[in-house]
């Protein structure tokens, strides 16, 4: 404000000066420049004060122009903005063309260049544009000015233009004398804008600074003539400050200061002028000044004009002083007038608050009071000490004496989170993208998936008036004439729609109708039709008459009635000797022809009669007949009475009589009887005679109807006319109470709120209430509308004085789309309140009773009410084009509602609506077909009629699945690849890992499902071809279903994760592994005994085939067999081993190497010499999962077992060959198997390495080897007494694979339910997660899980159980040889790792009767059957749960005996004794029998260290102690277990089968070499297997083997019997094929195979396989 | 197990770059790739997996940029396991132990065009306190058993994840036979929209 006010100043001077100049110019244009300039200039300043004078005195002129201009600039403001540019281009052409004009050009183009470089930034820039857009925006101006500027653009502007400039520079390149003369200026124009009267003062002001500055240029022009480009910078850089005159300054200030005074007065008059100045635009600004100061400057220059073109030269304006010093002192005081400078003290509070008031404390009265804005104490204190200064300061102070101030609006957080700044870029996830704004589709509920998503629609309302009813404002004239109004509206429309006069005509045509009917079928004799006809007629004839007749009387009634009340008003009129309504009613007369009237009265009323007679006479008919009908009923059922009577009478007397006496008796006997003697049966009454109408009265009572509603013959019609032509009294002439409702009314106003949608958009103006209550708005209010319209209402709203109440509500209806404005016609919509108005004047008020009676009786009481006009209609665009939303898509469609209960109808065209309904209600309704408006409910029920439709009268849970299938379900099962993709999902085996589905349907080929077909045929079939053993058929069929039932439950369980199964973490280290991780720290980098480090562990899910191998570190063997010398002569062979000492040192004993095969891959290590070699090699195996299935289930379930052979290299020379007989020897190797170790592959990948010596699995006879050492050696002595050979063994996988995770937490989650008592599962499992944590090496097992999934707790399996009766039988005397007999029979059970059987690591335990019948289970069954037997034996013995070699976690048994403890493994059948160091047995983990558990705390577990004795607490952690005593679980396994004898003959049979297959298996694995089999041997060898059988493998054969080599004479024979348990074909011939028999390929080479078979109870079957090649040397 | 030789297939080629990451709080980091698929697909040519080198914040920009190239080609029969690619952060902690920064998967673009994907990155936390601490300490960092978990749902309820960062990508996808087999992901006018936008975006700035 300031600033442009400082502006506008600087410019308004500036035209001054430039006029002035221009002015001289004119005048001396014609003289020489030169010569001219300077005594123009000494002209002017002679002639100084005359100027100013005459600026003075023309003051009074602009002033008054001034105004006039100013307002009629700022209308024109707005075209002004929009011409500007377009003017702006102008301004440059007119503005060059006048420099050219210029005499001395070219300083004046070096001055402007000049001018632009020195100004400063700051407000001068706008006099720039200023200048340049004046003579455009002149255009603009009143004609006068712009003739006038016009005038002299012509005339003079040429160098003065330039110099104006100049000056404008040089004034704004003065840094001091600026700031104050802006202060001064900004003062000016404040007075100047509103052309004060003070302003005259102002005028002399800037002339005087004007001259001063100003032509300085000229005066030293006058010097010289031509200034150099140098001297024209110096001359606009220079500071002119010192020349500055003081004493017109000082004047001016002492000016200025009065006028401060005054300006703060008129601040505030000014100021609503002054705020419409600061909302204007920046733009604006720049033209607003301007204009302001065109029209102020356009008087003065027309002064100026006459001034100085007569008598003014340059000199006028010059005027050379010295610098003028104000002393110090002198200048403070000035300032010190001048200046204000608030104080910093704290104001009193008394002050600031009127006088008298104490200063309120809000808080203290408890009223919020927001936290105020923080302002440090000494800007308060200066804000109030310069607000007390001002006028009326003490309005901005608070009742608590502080300055008024809103709360403290700045939140304490910020509401926007703080982003984290990188240097160049956001996070390009935060990076804010551009969206164009979008309209909401949501906004706009008209649009329902509509076309048009721009149309906007438009709503008209047009409220025309409003016409009261009642108002409380009523005189009681008023009221009767609005009664009246009421009445006569009434009337003009029954007379317009004239109903009365319409049904006398339809009754006439009827009528007419009628008679001719009657006259033409009259004679020929009604037919039935005809009657009915004639019957309808007349019905509607009566119906007519009846309507007719009631119109009548109501039309007759209304004339009645409007008579009356203006008789009322007259009377009133006259009583209260005023008239306040305008209202007259005349009543024309209209004369008719008396005759024809009372003509036409007879004839109607003759009409009406004899219609009535007719009809009575019908319903008389009508009657009779109904009589005659009943009575012809009473009389047959009187004649049955009769009847009845006659015979009972003839049973009383017997006698006749006379007919006319029985007749009368029979009368009155007939009262009686039905009185008497037949009360059940119900007599009809005899009915009676109709009466006949009465004709004549008919005529009658139609008379007096007639005289009722009609008008009378021959008496004149009346029409009244309502007309307001009557005078009103005038005021004055009224009683006071009439006056003061007069005033009342006058002083009323109305007006009316539109809502829509119940919000306000808009309202009328308020229109005063007239004294006919009748008020008119006649406005049309245009609404936009983008939300559905739901309601529009109406407010009526009243006025008295500032406070308005609501009167009433009228709601409009929305319009139908078709209503479109001009259109629509203007409603009237009645409204009424329920207000209760009173008035002490004439009014009548409303809610008030009222009476007109004299006596204060008929009281009425009124409700204002009235009528509103409106009219609400759909706007039209401007091509015509109607603002309506579309018609289909109207909203509220009936089915919208109802769509959502079911989707798939609503989709469809099925039926939602009952259709049936819709078609009865056409039907009744009787639509019009060819009606279009009701072609689509008809082609509705033609659609519906033709198929069948009904509502579903089911719930649907998804609604829309079947929309969304995209094929059928018929075609999914169809089609095979959506078959094969289905079972992949759901992981069936053979598909679990399918890759490439193919793409197409014809690409699949039937071959991908023969497996899996097959393998489901199978499942219902048991395939005994396969299984040697009807009875294991069974078993397996078994097996395989429980198998297939766990894995379903483990499916569940594995796609169950822990956060183990996901993430790798550290464990929380203990305080113990802290401190073994620092001391690790110290801990030399490359130790001397380096030990194993953990090795990453891999998830199986991303390998592939070759990622996996097998590692086998063979390390060495000890107490290998070695090799009887071979002699040609039987008797040789002791006596070889008498001179064996020599022999020994020439002969090698035996030259052993180790081969391994894995998955038919065979790796061999070197050989080695001696019985104890060693080989330290490492074999690496790869391995192939299944199907390429590395998943941990998968790997699981790998049956491939690792077997470890160790062979004797025997080296044979062939003898020379027949033609390099001299030069070569021919040597063949052989090799000879000694034994063998298995190991499964489940138990290498559960256990991921297997460290230890195994102990070898050597035959019980080795044809040509003995075990039998010469050597005397102390240790060697001492292991040949154990009797068996060791390899140590190092066995992994590479890289190490995360063994499948133990299952048994998984199945725990997978809530495998439980017989168990909870309490007992939850201290199992405190006890396993305390003996884990304790122990975290020693295994412990509490419950355990059996073949239906259930947990159980283990003691529940150990319990005395019956072995077979012949194992007790066969050596009555021997327990010892019944314990190993029965241990043996155990470990005959085939051993079947659960891993393998449930491709999971889960313990399940089944009990003995099953394990037996199974045939199959791991070392816990074989434990707990053996566990079994021996208690049933007699023993003391207990399960034990440790880890063993090679099985890892296993399961042995302790026997206590006098000798003392032993330790049995199960599978092998073999006892240690607790100090053997070769027991497999590595750990002891815990003990269990029946009756409790106890967990192993010593600190060695292995069982050489292992005190067995339970009852020392310190060693043995029981389950159940004295805290927790045993529940008394009973067992699970049966009582006693049946056995049954194995059929010897099957025995026998399978004994062959199985000899043959293993012939023909030799055979095929020799088949470029023709394989003969010795005979001989081969029954030799049979024989001796039965015996090897009863020996129970030991070694008792050495005499037939000396037999044997006897029989075989010339033979070098190697062969073995193998011993194997009985479970099927395939591991018999894996473990034939792994001793590499067969790979003999010399020439001469026979072979012999026996094979025996050793029933035991319950087929339990041990099979001898004698294996043997000879070579005939 | 069964290859399909001459049945049809359709191929996806996915060229493209690992463009750089943005980890305010870590240097000297590198990038591990991976893709995984279901069943159905097979890479025909190109690497399946891959490192980036280790690459240090300027001082200029504090952006990690890597530009590693991806090429690979994938062959079809079934849209089901779209390819998705696993990236996995790595880089040095205080005491130089290398520890994880960060996973994070995204789905090869089913349009053909180019696409930049911006890849939220998380590591999983640790389930203690005391685990975090030590694991600060000795360098190890709870890690996924495998990166490829993050590009499977399963399971993923049991970890608890912290954000680490953002690694960005950018694709170039091409398809073939994708139409013929009838599946139509053609150029949505998505891609061109984004284009616009992101111009317009610049424009605006």
């Known amino acids: 404000m300031e600033k442009m006010a400082a502006s506008s100043d600087i410019r308004e001077k500036l035209r001054k000066k430039r006029r002035a100049l221009q002015d001289t110019l004119v005048k001396n244009k014609n003289e020489d420049d030169i010569q001219a300039l300077v005594p123009s200039a000494k002209f002017n300043v002679d002639n100084q004060p005359t100027a100013m004078k005459e600026a003075e005195g023309s003051d009074e002129d602009p002033g008054e122009s001034l105004r006039r201009t100013l307002r009629a600039q700022r209308e024109k403001r707005k075209t002004k903005l929009l011409e500007q540019s377009f003017v702006q281009d102008e301004d440059v052409g007119e503005v060059s063309p006048t420099q050219y004009n210029s005499p001395n050009e070219g300083p004046s183009s070096r001055v402007d260049d000049s001018v632009v470089s020195t100004r400063p930034p700051t407000g001068s820039q706008r006099g720039v544009s200023v200048k340049s857009e004046q003579p455009s925006s002149s255009l603009h101006l009143d004609t006068f000015v712009t003739r006038h500027l016009q005038e002299k653009l012509r005339a003079a502007r040429s160098k003065g233009e330039s110099l104006q400039q100049q000056e404008t520079s040089r004034d704004s390149s003065e840094p001091v004398s600026r700031l104050q003369r802006l202060k001064d200026r900004d003062t000016i124009t404040r007075f100047d804008r509103e052309a004060d009267p003070t302003s005259s003062g102002r005028d002399d002001d800037p002339l005087t600074l004007r001259a001063r500055v100003k032509f300085r240029e000229p005066a030293r022009r006058v010097e010289k003539d031509f200034p150099t480009t140098e001297e024209a910078y110096n001359f606009f850089t220079f500071n002119y400050e010192p020349d500055r005159p003081s004493k017109p300054e000082s004047k001016s200030r002492k000016r200025q200061k009065q006028r401060d005074g005054v300006e703060e007065d008129d601040r505030d008059e000014n100021g609503q002028e002054e705020a419409e100045v600061e909302e204007e635009d920046e733009a604006e600004e720049d033209n607003q000044d301007q204009n302001e100061f065109q029209s102020e400057e356009a008087p003065l220059v027309r002064n100026e004009d006459d001034l100085f073109v007569i008598d003014h030269s340059p000199q006028d304006f010059v005027e050379v002083r010295k610098a003028e010093y104000v002393g110090l002192k002198k200048r403070v005081q000035r300032d010190r007038e001048l200046l204000f400078t608030p104080s910093f003290r704290t104001v009193p509070t008394s002050v600031k608050l009127p006088e008298n008031t104490k200063p309120r404390f809000l808080e203290e009265e408890g009223l919020y009071v927001g936290q105020r804005p923080a302002v440090s104490l000494t800007n308060e204190n200066i804000s109030e000490n310069r607000i007390l200064k001002m006028a009326e300061g003490s309005k901005w102070f608070g009742d608590d004496g502080k300055i008024l101030a809103l709360p403290d609006p700045i939140k304490e957080s910020s509401t926007r989170p703080p982003l984290f700044h990188m240097d160049e870029e956001l996070d390009p996830a935060l990076q804010t993208v551009y969206r164009k704004a979008m309209k909401s589709q949501y906004a706009n509920l008209y649009i329902a998936g509509a076309t048009d998503p721009e149309g906007d629609y438009q709503l008209d309302v047009d409220v025309s008036g409003l016409i009261f009813s009642h108002h409380p404002l009523f005189s009681r004239e008023h009221v009767l004439a609005s009664r009246l109004a009421q009445l006569y509206d009434q009337y003009l429309s029954r007379q317009q729609n004239n109903l009365a006069g319409h049904l006398t005509e339809k009754l006439n045509g009827l009528r007419k109708a009628l008679r001719n009917m009657m006259r033409i079928h009259g004679e020929q004799g009604s037919s039935e039709a005809l009657q009915h006809r004639i019957s309808e007629y007349s019905l509607e004839v009566r119906n007519t008459r009846q309507l007719r007749d009631l119109e009548q009387e109501k039309d007759r009634t209304l004339l009645r009635s409007i008579i009356k009340v203006w008789k009322e008003i007259k009377s009133l009129r006259e009583f209260q000797k005023y008239t306040n309504t305008p209202f007259k009613l005349f009543l024309r007369r209209e004369n008719v022809d008396r005759a024809l009237d009372e003509w036409e009265y007879e004839g109607e009323i003759l009409k009406e009669v004899l219609e009535l007679e007719a009809e009575s006479e019908e319903q008389y008919q009508k009657k009779l007949a109904e009589y005659n009908k009943q009575l012809e009923e009473w009389k047959l059922w009187r004649k049955k009475q009769k009847a009845k009577r006659k015979k009972k009478k003839k049973k009383k007397k017997g006698q006749t009589q006379d007919d006319t006496e029985e007749e009368e008796q029979e009368e009155e006997e007939e009262q009686d009887q039905t009185e008497s003697e037949d009360p059940f049966e119900e007599a009809p009454v005899k009915p009676e005679v109709p009466e006949r109408p009465d004709i004549g009265s008919l005529e009658q009572w139609v008379r007096e109807k007639a005289s009722r509603i009609r008008r009378k013959p021959g008496e004149a019609i009346l029409v009244p006319e309502l007309c307001t032509s009557g005078g009103v009294t005038a005021s004055d002439l009224c009683p006071r109470a009439e006056i003061a409702r007069r005033e009342d009314v006058s002083r009323r106003s109305l007006f009316i709120k539109i809502l829509y949608n119940y919000k306000e958009v808009s309202r009328t103006d308020s229109r005063s209430l007239s004294t006919d209550f009748r008020v008119h708005f006649g406005q049309i209010f245009n609404l936009k509308v983008l939300n559905c319209p739901h309601s529009i209402n109406l407010q009526v709203f009243e006025e008295i004085g500032s406070s308005y109440s609501l009167l009433a509500q009228v709601f409009v209806p929305v319009p139908d789309p078709s209503v479109v404005t001009g259109r629509a016609p203007i409603e009237e919509i009645e409204f009424s309140s329920n207000q209760h108005v009173m008035f002490d004047h004439e009014g009548v008020g409303s809610d008030v009773p009222l009476s007109f009676e004299s006596d204060g009786s008929n009281k009425l009481t009124l409700l204002t009410s009235g009528k509103l006009s409106c009219c609400v209609s759909w706007g039209i665009g401007e091509e015509g084009v109607p603002l309506a939303p579309p018609l289909s898509q109207h909203p509220g469609g009936t089915h919208r509602g109802l769509g959502h209960l079911d989707a798939v109808s609503y989709i469809g065209a099925s039926g939602l609506y009952d259709m049936k309904k819709i078609g009865e209600w056409a039907v009744q309704s009787r639509l019009d077909p060819n009606d279009p408006k009701n072609t689509s409910i008809m082609h509705l029920l033609k659609v519906a009629s033709s198929g069948e439709v009904t509502d579903p009268d089911y719930f649907r849970l998804e609604h829309l699945q079947e929309e969304f299938n995209f094929v059928s379900d018929q075609e999914m099962e169809r089609s095979k690849r959506f078959r094969l993709l289905r079972l992949r999902n759901q992981e069936a085996p053979e598909f679990r890992n399918y890759k490439f589905v193919s793409l197409l349907e014809r690409e699949v080929s039937d071959k991908v499902f023969q497996d899996y077909e097959k393998r489901l045929k199978e499942g219902e079939t048991i395939d005994t071809r396969q299984h040697l053993d009807p009875h294991r058929a069974v078993v397996a069929k078994y097996l395989q279903q429980i198998r297939e039932s766990v894995i379903n439950r483990f499916i569940l369980a594995k796609h169950h994760y822990q956060l183990s199964d996901l993430v790798i973490e550290e464990e929380i280290p203990s305080i113990g592994i802290l401190g073994i991780n620092l001391f690790k720290l110290a801990e030399s980098k490359r130790p001397l005994k380096p030990q194993r480090k953990e090795r990453k562990k891999v998830t199986a899910q991303n390998l592939s085939d070759g990622d996996i191998k097998l590692l086998v570190n063979v390390i060495r063997a000890h107490n290998i067999p070695i090799r009887k010398p071979q002699s040609s002569k039987p008797g040789q062979s002791s006596q070889s081993a008498v001179q064996g000492s020599d022999w020994y040192l020439s002969q090698v004993q035996v030259r052993p190497f180790v081969e391994v095969s894995f998955q038919r891959t065979v790796l061999q290590t070197t050989t080695a010499d001696g019985p104890n070699p060693s080989w330290n090699e490492e074999l690496q195996l790869p391995f192939n999962a299944p199907n390429g299935d590395y998943s941990t289930g998968s790997l699981q379930s790998v049956k491939d077992e690792v077997f470890i052979n160790i062979f004797d290299e025997v080296l044979y020379e062939t003898g020379p060959g027949d033609k390099s007989r001299a030069t070569s020897i021919h040597t063949q190797i052989e090799k000879h198997w000694l034994g063998s170790v298995k190991i499964p592959f489940s138990t290498i990948y559960s256990q991921s390495k297997i460290d230890g010596a195994f102990k070898v699995n050597t035959p019980a006879v080795l044809l040509g080897y003995s075990r039998e050492h010469s050597s005397t050696s102390v240790y060697d002595q001492w292991r040949s007494t154990q009797g068996g050979t060791f390899v140590r063994l190092f066995i992994t996988v590479e890289p190490q694979l995360v063994p499948g995770e133990s299952i048994r937490e998984k199945i725990k989650e997978a809530e495998f339910n439980s017989q168990e008592d909870e309490r007992l599962l939850q201290a199992s499992e405190k006890f396993e997660k305390h003996a884990a944590g304790g122990y975290p090496d020693r295994p412990c097992i509490t419950t355990v899980i059996d073949l239906s999934g259930k947990t159980i707790f283990i003691t529940r399996y150990i319990r005395p159980l019956n072995p077979p009766r012949e194992f007790l039988d066969a050596f009555p005397n021997n327990p010892q040889e019944a314990t190993s007999l029965v241990a043996r029979y155990v470990s005959l059970i085939p051993s079947l790792p659960d891993q393998v059987s449930f491709s999971a690591t889960c313990d399940l335990l089944s009990t003995c009767d099953q394990f037996l019948t199974l045939l199959a289970g791991d070392e816990q069954e074989h434990a707990v059957l053996l566990c079994n037997y021996f208690l049933f034996l007699g023993k003391k013995a207990w399960l034990i749960i440790g880890t063993a070699i090679p099985e890892g976690p296993t399961a042995y048994v302790l026997t206590h005996e006098q000798s003392g403890y032993f330790i049995w493994n199960p599978s092998s059948g073999q006892f240690y004794e607790k100090g053997d160091t070769f027991c497999p047995l590595q750990t002891v983990g815990c003990l269990v029998n029946s009756d409790n558990v106890w967990f192993n705390i010593q600190e060695n577990p292995s069982p050489l260290h292992t005190n067995f004795d339970i009852t020392k607490a310190k060693m043995w952690k029981p389950f159940f102690s004295r805290s927790f005593s045993h529940p008394g679980l009973s067992s699970v396994q049966p009582e006693e277990l049946a056995y049954r004898q194995t059929d010897k003959a099957a025995a026998a049979e399978l004994q062959d089968r199985v000899e043959k297959i293993l012939k023909e298996k030799i055979m095929e694995w020799r088949p470029r070499h023709p394989t003969r089999w010795n005979r001989y041997c081969n029954t030799t060898l049979k024989q001796f297997l039965p015996k090897l059988e009863q020996g129970r493998g030991q070694d008792v054969a050495e005499s037939h083997r000396v037999e044997l080599q006897n029989l075989l004479g010339d033979y070098r024979i190697s062969g073995f019997p193998l011993h194997l348990p009985f479970s099927e074909v395939g591991p018999i011939i894996e473990a034939v094929h792994s001793t590499g028999v067969h790979n003999i390929h010399s020439s001469n080479v026979e072979f012999a195979l026996a094979v025996y078979i050793h029933p035991y109870p319950n087929n339990v079957l041990s099979v001898w396989v004698y294996l043997a090649s000879l070579v005939r040397t | ?205």
């Open chain 2, 1 to 205: 197990m069964e290859t399909t030789s001459n049945s049809s297939v359709f191929l996806l080629t996915v060229n493209g770059q690992i463009e750089g990451a943005n980890f305010p709080d870590y240097d000297n980091l590198y990038c591990k790739y991976c893709y995984v698929y279901g069943h159905d697909w097979a890479p025909t040519t190109g690497l399946e997996e891959g490192i980036t080198q280790i690459t240090s914040k300027s001082s200029q920009s504090h952006k990690l940029i890597w530009n590693f190239p991806l090429e690979t080609t994938f062959k079809s029969t079934n849209p089901s396991g779209w390819p998705q690619l696993v990236v996995s952060v790595y880089g040095p902690d205080v005491f130089g132990n290398d520890v994880v920064r960060g996973y994070g998967a995204t789905h090869i673009p089913f349009t053909p065009g180019q696409h930049i994907r911006t890849i939220p990155m998380f590591v999983p936390e640790p389930t203690w306190r005391l685990q975090k601490f030590t694991g600060w300490l000795l360098g190890r960092r709870p890690e996924y058993t495998d990166p490829k978990v993050v590009a499977h749902g399963e399971g993923r309820e049991v970890t608890r994840v912290r954000s680490q960062g953002f690694v960005t990508i950018s694709f170039h996808i091409m398809t073939k036979d994708m139409k013929r087999m009838g599946y139509d992901t053609g150029p949505t006018n998505s891609s061109t929209v984004q284009s616009a936008t992101s111009s317009q975006s610049r424009d605006a700035q």
